[in-house]
């Protein structure tokens, strides 16, 4: 078959819903934009453990504790899972690493943000988690079958957290007043930053028409960003907590819930890594990883003597 | 001692062990040399921390001040720490995490199979559940201390470190006092020193297997965490995991 032929062949697939697998022919550049997606991807899951993580040790009861370990251990399930993914592409485990690192590669701008207080933990569980799943849930249908069913298996995951975030948030706002306090300040920092998960708008998202033409995203930013909008607002009232957004409207049409102005310029320079913590994310990976080299290496050198000790004993057999 | 109070002491001190390893291993949540490694870390303090659960439910039965699991977590001060010394050793590398968990695990391993037998049905079917778990502890960080010691140069020497610094506290294990010999004689718990000399020769076998010296120094008799007698170490583990909780007494989460 020529190239264009397989382009046509290609194009066909994707018109007719059809997966793309791994072993398939597919043009360099979609397969490209997926190892950038999926690796990305990847990275936010195993960044992400950071600021959560950073709660274990100080969760208030044994309960929390215990659930709280197990939803950071579940981020980092997702990151293997996601990794997986990227290799059916061709992509290295070690190489995709290394460009995170290396400060070449990307991850949700949300988790440079530092997670201060308890409020912070059940906030990112009801709404970051819940924005990656709205994400995950579009991704769920996504032309290349590996990340589709990686996508389904984590969104049931992300459900779960987000359920477990709510009820954090839920015993707070019922609480003392310090505990209410809490949870109303956790809400005011992580709300716009939130929404900005969602990539930039439309007019200015680089590779956004590329990527729904090719079925790997099926919804725009904008879009899936009014999805997650109308789903937290009632949430936040079920809450009862305030929406820091002043300007937050029902548009009696459409039944949508209208945000007031996002501030790009904040997250523009988050994505140039000048957030608060986007410095020390990198640095506590990067100290991991290099640090955990001799391990790695030592477990390297021993399955090479056990295989040199086999062929030892096969041919003295 | 009254029954009620010796019961509580005794289910205390395990209780404490699987707290205080548990929290130990979580501190590793998304600092593993590997993701895998993470994950597996997570899971083995899951487990305690589960099995620290089911232990403290047990004990608070016969408490007789009646406090609750999470009071005796978060409000207990360090004297009423019962758990041994060995456990609240901080994480260090990754050789001395995998270490102080292959010796735990032995002990653990051993301590539930023989709860199984326990005179209490509630104690002897939990013993059967996390046996499960703890062999396959066991077979993992066992896995890792022949790794590591049979690794490169540079593992070797780190595990053989963990080796001499730590094995000298796994007496602990078995050290005994009235508490523990008043519930061994009821059936309640087991008599940790009948699998002291098992424990001692698993453990030889496996440094033979890893390629790793005996230590000289075998044991300290200056340690006492069951008499609530602890380290610095422990003071830090518990501000830190009670800071929350006392900031807002009275408080539910
Ligand atoms: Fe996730
Ligand atoms: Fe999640």
């Known amino acids: 078959m020529t190239e264009a032929s397989r382009q046509f062949d290609f194009e066909g697939r994707i018109a007719r819903d059809e997966k793309i697998e791994p072993n398939d022919w597919m043009p360099s550049r979609y397969r490209r934009q997926l190892v950038r997606m999926i690796s990305q991807h990847a990275h936010s899951e195993v960044v992400g453990m950071l600021p959560e993580g950073n709660w274990i040790t100080r969760a208030p009861s044994l309960r929390r504790k215990i659930s709280l370990l197990a939803k ?5 399930g997702h990151g293997l899972y996601l990794y997986g993914a990227a290799e059916t592409l061709g992509a290295e485990r070690e190489d995709l690493i290394n460009r995170l690192l290396g400060g070449d590669a990307r991850y949700s701008s949300i988790f440079n943000y530092p997670s201060v ?6 906030v990112i569980g009801w709404l970051v988690d819940q924005a990656a799943m709205v994400n995950q849930t579009m991704l769920t249908k996504c032309s290349y079958g590996p990340y589709a069913r990686a996508m389904i298996q984590i969104c049931k995951e992300e459900n779960f957290h987000k359920r477990q975030g709510m009820e954090i948030m839920a015993v707070l706002s019922a609480g003392t007043s310090a505990q209410r306090a809490m949870a109303q300040d956790a809400l005011d920092r992580w709300w716009w930053p939130t929404l900005m998960m969602f990539g930039p708008p439309d007019e200015e998202s680089p590779h956004s028409s590329e990527l729904i033409g090719w079925k790997v995203k099926m919804k725009s930013n904008d879009e899936l960003r009014q999805w997650f909008v109308d789903l937290a607002v009632p949430q936040a009232e079920a809450l009862d907590l305030q929406i820091p957004d002043p300007e937050l409207v029902r548009d009696s049409k459409t039944g949508h819930w209208i945000s007031g102005p996002i501030n790009w310029d904040e997250f523009r320079s988050i994505l140039e890594g000048e957030g608060p913590c986007n410095r020390e994310r990198i640095e506590s990976r990067r100290e991991s990883h290099f640090g955990g080299a001799w391990v790695r290496e030592a477990a390297r050198a021993y399955e090479e003597k056990c295989r040199k000790k086999k062929a030892l004993e096969r041919e003295s057999l | 001692m009254v029954w009620e109070e010796l019961r509580f002491q005794a ?18 949540c998304g600092h593993g040399p590997t993701l895998e490694e993470d994950i597996a870390l997570s899971n083995v303090a899951l487990d305690l921390l589960g099995q620290a659960k089911v232990i403290f439910e047990q004990s608070i039965k016969t408490d007789l001040k009646k406090r609750s ?15 041994v010394i060995l456990v609240e050793q901080p994480n260090g590398d990754f050789a001395c995490t995998i270490l102080r968990q292959y010796f735990f695990d032995v002990f653990n391993r051993l301590w539930l199979n023989s709860l199984q037998s326990s005179i209490d049905k509630d104690l002897s079917s939990f013993a059967r559940s996390a046996l499960k778990e703890a062999i396959y502890h066991e077979r993992h960080t066992k896995s890792w201390v022949v790794r590591l010691g049979d690794g490169t140069k540079e593992s070797n020497e780190r595990i053989q470190e963990a080796v001499s610094v730590f094995y000298p506290l796994s ?66 583990i518990l501000s830190e995991m009670q800071s929350l909780a006392r900031a807002h007494p009275g408080a539910s989460w």
């Open chain 2, 69 to 83: 699991v999470d009071d005796l977590i978060y409000f207990r001060e360090i004297r009423g720490y019962r758990n």
């Open chain 2, 171 to 236: 007496y602990e294990f078995f050290a005994q006092d009235e508490i523990d010999q008043k519930v061994f004689s009821k059936g309640l718990l087991p008599n940790t020193a009948c699998f002291e000399n098992v424990w001692k020769e698993e453990v030889a076998l496996t440094l033979l297997e890893a390629t790793l010296q005996f230590p000289k120094r075998t044991s300290t008799q200056m340690l006492r965490g069951r008499e609530g007698r602890h380290t610095e170490h422990l003071d830090r």
């Open chain 1, 117 to 122: 207080t308890w409020g912070d933990v059940g």
């Open chain 2, 11 to 28: 289910l205390l001190r395990h209780a404490d062990d699987r707290l205080v390893l548990g929290h130990r291993l979580s501190e590793w």
């Open chain 1, 72 to 76: 950071v251990q579940d981020e980092a």
